[in-house]
């Protein structure tokens, strides 16, 4: 599945720039929200191929996001994959609760922009 | 004419039987009578005159009177229980039933069972009332005992089902009704996986379990218990479980790794920053760089990488001290594990002017690995030789099989070490005298690395000589020699066992730059 639409939920400003300026400068249709509320509405509002989730961010957790979206057995968003980017220790069972519901779980710290990219071209061949 | 048999009635019964009863008493008396009289007129002890046949008879009516009447007498319970059966059973009855309030009953005793008997016909099947009061208390003993008990207890029965647990247990009813455990085990060391493991192999068998917590992390009212289960194929309460409460121990060092966990994300946002702006301005600056301004550049990112693992190492020791590191044995191969992290570890070793040789055989036989963890020890492993070996010197990896394991190793030709050192260099914050003074470290590289390679199966080995250099080398368990084993604990935790090219990426590691 191609991925051209990106919907990217960060709090961090530094951090949030710079996938943002990444992304878009591969040729990604971006857009960056910081707060989990507007996020949750966002990933509503519009089918994004593809949504980078922040775990701790403020309004609404991006655990909570996740169970919105994809919680109880439904899945409102099939179309969209989703990548969790966190820089939080989770304990093991969240954790695993959560990489059940996505299509990748990346530490922050770990992952450069070129990386995600690669990431990104990975997910879209799968 | 056909023959019609009459099924047979309980209201039958009675009549029949007291009729055979008399007929009974009656013949058997005569016929005593008839022998006694015989035998005395044989034996010549009496002469059959007038007086003797009229004394006979005498005896005959009488005792024939009395028996009948003592016959009748005994078969009054008899009478009564079938006229309440026969009552029950709803067939046509003339005949009153027995009254329980008779006071008669009352006075002989036969109320309870008359009671019963109706009792049961109603399908109260509490009615055993004597018995049942006295196992209800004791009952009622056992269970307030129990739930004063400073453990949870739970049975289970054949079908391991919950069949009592008491107030400590922590367990939910579900909307179905059933009892179930709330205990969150282990992946690869579930209550489940033992029970199955009990019914296959073991008549009685015990196991104890520590650490169980019965919430996850964040969640109220967490507890977390050591467990011990005990297994008696069959028996009524077949699966014994205890569960003592130790969240007083065990919190206070979670909430050290909360703390842990808190720092790690800090530590982690700026390093973030620091490594994914030097990729882009990397990209953006490019060609414009001089040459020693790319090497500058490299050092940065060099030192931002190696930061990013120091904070890995923290994260990493610290899950081990709690028995909370986790390896996700797959299969994978040296040779991918290391592609994951190679331009880093060049990176690390040229810009430090080491000359990093690598040497891993294609056709190696995969591992079960965790390939993050491994990929981190490697890293550790070249950080070192890095660290302890001379400017321009050379550091090989180097890999092969041997039996059972493939064997990584990381070989330096620098400052080695002495025997005295070798001993404590896989214990935590351990540094040499020598090294404290001249290298920087925090001293838990090795420790993690052997704790990484100890949770394969493996082992971490080193040999070194003073001013010749160090060769550590670890080995990691070949796929197919533990590949049964492990698809059998992935029934409980499908991402235990991920082929390298399943759909879904879990990790960095094949990512780390």
Same mark, same amino acid.
């Given at each position: 599945?191609?991925?051209?639409?990106?919907?990217?939920?960060?709090?961090?400003?530094?951090?949030?720039?710079?996938?943002?300026?990444?992304?878009?400068?591969?040729?990604?249709?971006?857009?960056?929200?910081?707060? *989990?509320?507007?996020? =949750?509405? +966002?990933? &509503?509002?519009?089918?994004? $191929? !593809? #949504?980078?989730?922040?775990?701790?961010?403020?309004?609404?957790? *991006?655990?909570?996001? =996740?169970? +919105?979206? &994809?919680?109880?057995?439904? $899945? !409102? #968003?099939?179309?969209?994959?989703?990548?969790?980017?966190?820089?939080?220790?989770?304990?093991?069972?969240?954790?695993?609760?959560?990489?059940?519901?996505?299509?990748?779980?990346?530490?922050?710290?770990?992952?450069?922009?070129?990386?995600?990219?690669?990431?990104?071209?990975?997910?879209?061949?799968? | 004419?056909?023959?019609?048999?009459?099924?047979?009635?309980?209201?039958?019964?009675?009549?029949?039987?007291?009729?055979?009863?008399?007929?009974?008493?009656?013949?058997?008396?005569?016929?005593?009578?008839?022998?006694?009289?015989?035998?005395?007129?044989?034996?010549?002890?009496?002469?059959?005159?007038?007086?003797?046949?009229?004394?006979?008879?005498?005896?005959?009516?009488?005792?024939?009177?009395?028996?009948?009447?003592?016959?009748?007498?005994?078969?009054?319970?008899?009478?009564?229980?079938?006229?309440?059966?026969?009552?029950?059973?709803?067939?046509?009855?003339?005949?009153?039933?027995?009254?329980?309030?008779?006071?008669?009953?009352?006075?002989?005793?036969?109320?309870?069972?008359?009671?019963?008997?109706?009792?049961?016909?109603?399908?109260?099947?509490?009615?055993?009332?004597?018995?049942?009061?006295?196992?209800?208390?004791?009952?009622?003993?056992?269970?307030?005992?129990?739930?004063?008990?400073?453990?949870?207890?739970?049975?289970?029965?054949?079908?391991?089902?919950?069949?009592?647990?008491?107030?400590?247990?922590?367990?939910?009813?579900?909307?179905?009704?059933?009892?179930?455990?709330?205990?969150?085990?282990?992946?690869?060391?579930?209550?489940?996986?033992?029970?199955?493991?009990?019914?296959?192999?073991?008549?009685?068998?015990?196991?104890?379990?520590?650490?169980?917590?019965?919430?996850?992390?964040?969640?109220?009212?967490?507890?977390?218990?050591?467990?011990?289960?005990?297994?008696?194929?069959?028996?009524?309460?077949?699966?014994?479980?205890?569960?003592?409460?130790?969240?007083?121990?065990?919190?206070?060092?979670?909430?050290?790794?909360?703390?842990?966990?808190?720092?790690?994300?800090?530590?982690?946002?700026?390093?973030?920053?620091?490594?994914?702006?030097?990729?882009?301005?990397?990209?953006?600056?490019?060609?414009?760089?001089?040459?020693?301004?790319?090497?500058?550049?490299?050092?940065?990112?060099?030192?931002?990488?190696?930061?990013?693992?120091?904070?890995?190492?923290?994260?990493?020791?610290?899950?081990?001290?709690?028995?909370?590191?986790?390896?996700?044995?797959?299969?994978?191969?040296?040779?991918?594990?290391?592609?994951?992290?190679?331009?880093?570890?060049?990176?690390?070793?040229?810009?430090?002017?080491?000359?990093?040789?690598?040497?891993?055989?294609?056709?190696?036989?995969?591992?079960?690995?965790?390939?993050?963890?491994?990929?981190?020890?490697?890293?550790?492993?070249?950080?070192?030789?890095?660290?302890?070996?001379?400017?321009?010197?050379?550091?090989?990896?180097?890999?092969?099989?041997?039996?059972?394991?493939?064997?990584?190793?990381?070989?330096?030709?620098?400052?080695?070490?002495?025997?005295?050192?070798?001993?404590?260099?896989?214990?935590?914050?351990?540094?040499?005298?020598?090294?404290?003074?001249?290298?920087?470290?925090?001293?838990?590289?090795?420790?993690?690395?052997?704790?990484?390679?100890?949770?394969?199966?493996?082992?971490?080995?080193?040999?070194?000589?003073?001013?010749?250099?160090?060769?550590?080398?670890?080995?990691?368990?070949?796929?197919?020699?533990?590949?049964?084993?492990?698809?059998?604990?992935?029934?409980?935790?499908?991402?235990?066992?991920?082929?390298?090219?399943?759909?879904?990426?879990?990790?960095?590691?094949?990512?780390?730059?």
């Amino acid at each position: 599945m191609a991925i051209k639409t990106i919907l990217c939920i960060e709090d961090d400003r530094f951090i949030g720039e710079m996938y943002v300026r990444s992304l878009k400068k591969a040729g990604y249709d971006v857009q960056w929200v910081v707060d *989990g509320e507007d996020g =949750l509405v +966002a990933a &509503r509002n519009k089918p994004y $191929d !593809l #949504i980078l989730l922040d775990i701790m961010l403020p309004e609404r957790k *991006g655990t909570e996001i =996740l169970s +919105a979206l &994809r919680g109880d057995g439904k $899945d !409102l #968003i099939p179309t969209t994959k989703i990548i969790v980017l966190t820089n939080f220790e989770q304990d093991e069972e969240s954790r695993a609760v959560m990489q059940r519901g996505v299509d990748a779980y990346l530490i922050k710290a770990e992952i450069t922009p070129k990386k995600l990219l690669a990431v990104i071209d990975k997910l879209a061949t799968l | 004419m056909a023959i019609t048999s009459q099924p047979a009635m309980v209201r039958d019964y009675w009549p029949r039987y007291r009729r055979r009863a008399l007929v009974i008493t009656i013949f058997m008396q005569i016929a005593a009578t008839i022998a006694i009289g015989s035998t005395l007129v044989a034996a010549g002890v009496l002469v059959p005159t007038p007086a003797f046949w009229v004394t006979i008879f005498a005896i005959l009516a009488t005792t024939l009177g009395v028996n009948i009447l003592l016959a009748t007498q005994l078969l009054i319970p008899l009478k009564n229980l079938t006229s309440a059966l026969t009552h029950i059973s709803g067939e046509p009855t003339v005949i009153t039933p027995p009254s329980p309030n008779a006071q008669s009953f009352e006075r002989d005793g036969f109320k309870p069972l008359l009671q019963l008997i109706y009792q049961l016909a109603a399908g109260d099947i509490t009615a055993t009332q004597a018995p049942a009061a006295a196992i209800a208390t004791h009952a009622t003993n056992f269970t307030t005992a129990l739930d004063n008990a400073a453990i949870g207890f739970v049975i289970m029965n054949v079908q391991q089902q919950v069949s009592y647990a008491n107030k400590k247990a922590p367990v939910h009813i579900t909307p179905q009704g059933a009892t179930v455990l709330d205990l969150l085990f282990e992946a690869d060391d579930t209550l489940t996986a033992w029970l199955k493991d009990c019914e296959e192999h073991a008549v009685h068998a015990e196991h104890t379990w520590q650490r169980v917590a019965n919430k996850i992390v964040g969640e109220d009212d967490r507890k977390i218990y050591d467990v011990v289960a005990s297994y008696q194929k069959g028996s009524e309460a077949e699966v014994v479980i205890s569960m003592f409460d130790r969240t007083a121990t065990y919190q206070p060092e979670d909430d050290s790794l909360d703390f842990l966990a808190f720092a790690a994300h800090e530590l982690r946002g700026p390093i973030t920053v620091i490594r994914g702006y030097l990729d882009v301005l990397g990209d953006e600056l490019g060609s414009q760089l001089s040459a020693d301004q790319v090497q500058l550049m490299q050092r940065l990112v060099v030192s931002a990488n190696r930061l990013g693992s120091y904070v890995n190492n923290i994260l990493n020791a610290s899950r081990y001290d709690r028995r909370h590191l986790k390896m996700h044995l797959a299969e994978d191969s040296i040779a991918n594990i290391y592609s994951s992290i190679s331009d880093d570890m060049q990176l690390r070793a040229s810009s430090q002017n080491r000359l990093l040789a690598v040497h891993i055989p294609p056709d190696l036989p995969t591992v079960a690995a965790d390939s993050a963890s491994v990929g981190e020890v490697i890293s550790n492993l070249i950080d070192n030789a890095v660290k302890y070996s001379n400017e321009g010197g050379a550091v090989d990896v180097t890999a092969r099989a041997d039996g059972d394991f493939v064997k990584v190793a990381v070989t330096d030709r620098g400052i080695g070490m002495p025997g005295n050192v070798i001993s404590n260099l896989f214990h935590k914050f351990y540094r040499s005298h020598r090294s404290r003074e001249t290298f920087a470290g925090t001293g838990i590289g090795l420790y993690i690395c052997k704790a990484i390679i100890e949770s394969h199966g493996g082992k971490i080995e080193v040999r070194s000589r003073e001013g010749e250099g160090s060769a550590f080398e670890f080995s990691l368990p070949i796929y197919a020699t533990v590949a049964a084993k492990l698809q059998a604990a992935s029934g409980s935790n499908e991402e235990l066992i991920r082929r390298q090219e399943g759909g879904w990426i879990k990790n960095h590691a094949m990512f780390r730059g």
